[in-house]
């Protein structure tokens, strides 16, 4: 394993230092390139492989207030006018995709509209967008229409305009129910809009809520964590998600922390951080629910999925409209123009609207869907027999090995499990699988 990588770093294990841990995607982010949308005009021209997901992603990049720890693209200045302008040039961008032979005549399997903040939109907003794309890629086929909405603000219309477009995965991003920690991390909502956003969406009959939350925001204690524990528990939602608390290098945390010459985040380090998350998930099942991953709980595994995850670590095409916005195109990951201005003139023109991208071999596919698939917590071997005609446990022997021998997981016949310990470091181990000349100490 390369020497600059997280793991191998004894002050990295332990200190939360400024830097992207979460590996969301392979191969990473800054190997891909400014000059290659002839890549991605040749992904969308090309016709589709049979059996292959479509899914399409939605980047609603409006917020109320801009949360310190927040790394993506956002805005808190535009007004109703210009918000509007955006969704136009997003159905822009869709019809123009959805005439060429990669999408022509298929239908999302799976939707999902993130921030930002996607509850931003006024009802009327809402239902005018989503009108417009149904139009364009039906919905009728999708198994998955996941909507992300910031507590504050859903009230009962909101909530219910989001229930009647479709809306089938409600994911509120409570991150912690504390109204101190809210405020110092930036959050706009606080506590008492929780509960009252959760009992308005319970009335409305989603098919699944699932609550975020951190472990690890700035000023959180060992007793405020078990309170978000209890909290949860006592909310009984249909899923947890659970992110560990980083500090990418765009945040305002970060921006502090330069004007003061800290090289040390002011969050828990990652031995506790990966203890509450160990905790809550013992404590969630205790209570009924099943781990599903690195970063998730379900109450019923049987009912509860999460399709745009699973499908596209699997593979699936995905449609990523909007600044800043992330697609997979037939083997060709591209990102979208990540500044308003340059996107809107983009798509006015007429033209793609790409910022980087990086078309991907078919070992490079496989590794992406292992090391994807690892976070989780069990790989099936037979899949990529069958898929990529490669063999796990032999091409990767080594480094299973190593990872057995430190009892973080166990190979088996038919499967790769990782053990509790693991999962909860998982980010940190996937680096041991990617090739040569994609390990670097820049994980973004």
Excluded at 13 to 28: C, E, H, I, K, M
Excluded at 112 to 139: C, H, R
Excluded at 328 to 336: K, M, S
Excluded at 407 to 421: K, M, N
Aim: glycine residues 6%; proline residues 4%; hydrophobic residues 40%.
């Amino acid at each position: 394993m390369n020497s600059d990588s997280p793991s191998s770093s004894p002050a990295k294990a332990s200190s939360t230092l400024a830097g992207n841990y979460f590996v969301s995607n392979y191969p990473p982010f800054s190997f891909w390139s400014e000059n290659q949308k002839v890549e991605v005009e040749m992904a969308l021209n090309s016709e589709p492989t049979p059996g292959t997901k479509l899914g399409v992603y939605h980047h609603i990049p409006f917020c109320r207030k801009r949360c310190h720890f927040c790394y993506f693209r956002v805005y808190t200045d535009k007004n109703a006018k210009e918000i509007q302008t955006y969704l136009d040039a997003t159905i822009a961008e869709l019809k123009s995709l959805a005439q060429r032979p990669l999408i022509r005549g298929r239908k999302p399997h799976f939707v999902y509209f993130g921030g930002g903040t996607p509850s931003y939109l006024s009802a009327k907003q809402l239902g005018e967008l989503t009108d417009q794309m149904k139009a364009v890629l039906p919905w009728d086929e999708a198994e998955e229409v996941a909507f992300e909405g910031e507590p504050g603000t859903l009230n009962a219309a909101k909530l219910s305009a989001i229930k009647q477009v479709g809306v089938t995965r409600l994911s509120l991003g409570i991150e912690n129910f504390d109204d101190h920690i809210l405020e110092i991390n930036g959050r706009a909502h606080r506590s008492g809009e929780v509960f009252t956003a959760f009992e308005r969406a319970r009335a409305e009959k989603f098919d699944q809520i699932n609550i975020d939350l951190i472990a690890g925001m700035v000023e959180e204690t060992e007793a405020n964590w078990q309170r978000n524990i209890e909290q949860t528990i006592a909310l009984r939602p249909d899923s947890v998600t659970i992110y560990q608390m980083e500090v990418p290098y765009n945040t305002t945390i970060f921006k502090e922390m330069k004007a003061q010459g800290k090289l040390v985040a002011p969050v828990a380090d990652w031995q506790t951080k990966r203890r509450w998350v160990k905790e809550a998930f013992a404590a969630l099942e205790a209570a009924g629910y099943t781990i599903a991953s690195g970063y998730t709980a379900v109450l019923n595994p049987k009912r509860t999925k999460f399709l745009y995850r699973d499908e596209l670590w699997s593979g699936a095409d995905l449609l990523g409209l909007g600044v800043a916005s992330f697609s997979h195109a037939a083997g060709v990951h591209y990102q979208n123009l990540t500044e308003m201005e340059p996107y809107l003139a983009a798509v006015a023109a007429g033209e793609l609207p790409i910022k980087r991208a990086f078309r991907t071999s078919p070992e490079e596919r496989m590794i992406r869907e292992f090391i994807l698939q690892m976070k989780l917590g069990r790989v099936r071997l037979g899949y990529f027999t069958a898929k990529f005609g490669v063999d796990i446990a032999r091409r990767f022997a080594t480094q299973l090995g190593h990872l057995e021998a430190e009892g973080l997981l166990a190979v088996g016949a038919d499967a790769v499990t990782l053990s509790r310990d693991g999962l909860l470091c998982v980010d940190t181990l996937l680096h041991e699988f990617f090739l040569q000349q994609h390990r670097t100490s820049q994980i973004v």
